[in-house]
């Protein structure tokens, strides 16, 4: 691993046959750690997601923000767009960070949960039910959960979907959605927040909102 920022490691992840590049932060004390899970055309680099996971560590939760596809994938998506939308393949990448991080020294004894946006939060929803007894606690942020399909009844653990108040397509999806996991599930609508939670204190208001769910179940 190499250092980059201020105690944030970046590491290579082997997710099945391919190396995803991802960074690592394990705040002292961390009790969980929270894989993120990012939305389509996006990286481990969004500035959103990454706003959310340093709330996350100031309540003591590790995070590993990583690249769904290889940099060559990327390439192919962005001219395309072809993978981004490709649902299963996301979620094969989420279980394959899963078993990675299980093997790693500081995941030891550490409780695991994803943090899903867009569609990623459908790839993390399809990921849990791959890997049940290991992700305890799952958020969506503006998420797509309907396009985890079939595997919505099969998700056991505890979902908290947040989604803006002017988002109001995706608010009926979630809706539906949440209907459907048979775990504890929670909708938060946040007030004045469009899809991409980009109205001043909306986003903030997301990430305590996360934090609290993942402090709740991660511990």
Excluded: C
């Excluded at 389509?40 to 959310?52: C, K, W």
């Excluded at 993390?124 to 969506?140: F, G, M, N, W």
């Amino acid at each position: 691993m190499t250092q980059h920022g201020k105690g944030t490691e970046v590491i290579t992840i082997q997710a099945g046959d391919v190396m995803l590049e991802g960074n690592l932060s394990v705040p002292d004390g961390a009790q969980g750690i929270v894989v993120f899970v990012h939305g389509s055309g996006s990286s481990r680099f969004s500035p959103r997601n990454q706003f959310v996971a340093d709330q996350l560590h100031r309540g003591g939760l590790a995070t590993v923000l990583f690249d769904l596809l290889t940099a060559e994938e990327d390439a192919i998506d962005r001219r395309t767009r072809e993978l981004r939308f490709d649902i299963d393949l996301l979620a094969d990448r989420v279980v394959g960070a899963t078993d990675w991080l299980l093997q790693q020294p500081f995941a030891a004894e550490r409780s695991i949960g994803y943090f899903g946006s867009s569609t990623g939060a459908a790839a993390a929803l399809i990921a849990s039910t791959r890997r049940p007894k290991v992700a305890e606690a799952i958020v969506s942020r503006g998420g797509r959960p309907d396009l985890a399909g079939p595997a919505l009844p099969e998700v056991q653990a505890p979902t908290l979907l947040i989604v803006g108040g002017h988002d109001e397509p995706v608010i009926q999806m979630n809706r539906q959605a949440m209907q459907q996991i048979p775990s504890e599930a929670s909708l938060e609508i946040v007030p004045g927040a469009s899809h991409l939670f980009e109205e001043p204190g909306t986003l903030e208001k997301a990430a305590h909102l996360a934090r609290d769910w993942f402090r709740q179940y991660l511990n």
